[in-house]
């Protein structure tokens, strides 16, 4: 959309290699993807996310997520 994306489903996610591009408000979004995929998934360019949400990573590691940073 002008403002966003459309998300339909229930199509069952696979972990993978995915790139951020430098976005933070999709390096996020690929992240909480990721949490729900099967397998893992790798988020490149991720460090943008402190750019909105500063700790994102820790928090969610807080909240149960396998989070690791290389």
């Known amino acids: 959309t002008d403002d966003g994306f459309i ?3 229930p199509t069952k996610l696979n972990g993978g290699p995915v790139d951020g591009l430098e976005d933070h408000r999709l390096a996020m979004a690929l ?3 990721g949490l729900i ?3 893992s998934t790798t988020v490149y360019g991720a460090d943008v996310t402190g ?3 500063p ?3 820790s928090t969610l590691q ?3 997520a396998g ?4």
């Not at 989070?67 to 290389?70: P, Y």
């Open 7 to 9: 998300v339909t489903g």
């Open 31 to 33: 992240a909480v993807a």
């Open 37 to 39: 995929a099967k397998g």
């Open 51 to 53: 750019d909105s949400f």
């Open 55 to 57: 700790g994102f990573d």
């Open 62 to 64: 807080a909240l149960g």
């Open 67 to 70: 989070v690791k940073r290389e």
